[in-house]
């Protein structure tokens, strides 16, 4: 992952930000979602709203791995941005 960026940001509903990420300098995927769900963060990749009503992702890794390497990396990004947040806002 060569580059993670927040979109937006909004602390107080449930869907807390929308990431965009750049993959070894050649491959982007926006409109990743870090959500506040009943046992804590995580994320959502793209999707789309199929004719039946359900949504099924546009883009997502093929295997748990991946999906956990990517989760932790922007998990941790997330967390570090809301602490700098934070701490601005006591200075």
Request: avoid cysteine; proline fraction near 3%; charged fraction near 20%.
């Amino acid at each position: 992952m060569t580059e993670v960026r927040f979109n937006q940001v909004n602390l107080h509903g449930a869907v807390k930000a929308l990431v965009s990420v750049t993959i070894d300098d050649s491959f982007a995927v926006h409109e990743i979602k870090v959500i506040e769900g009943k046992n804590g963060l995580f994320i959502a990749m793209p999707s789309q709203v199929l004719p039946d009503g359900t949504y099924q992702d546009i883009v997502h890794p093929l295997t748990q791995e991946t999906r956990d390497y990517i989760s932790n990396i922007l998990l941790e990004a997330f967390n570090s941005m809301v602490e700098e947040m934070n701490t601005m806002k006591r200075t």
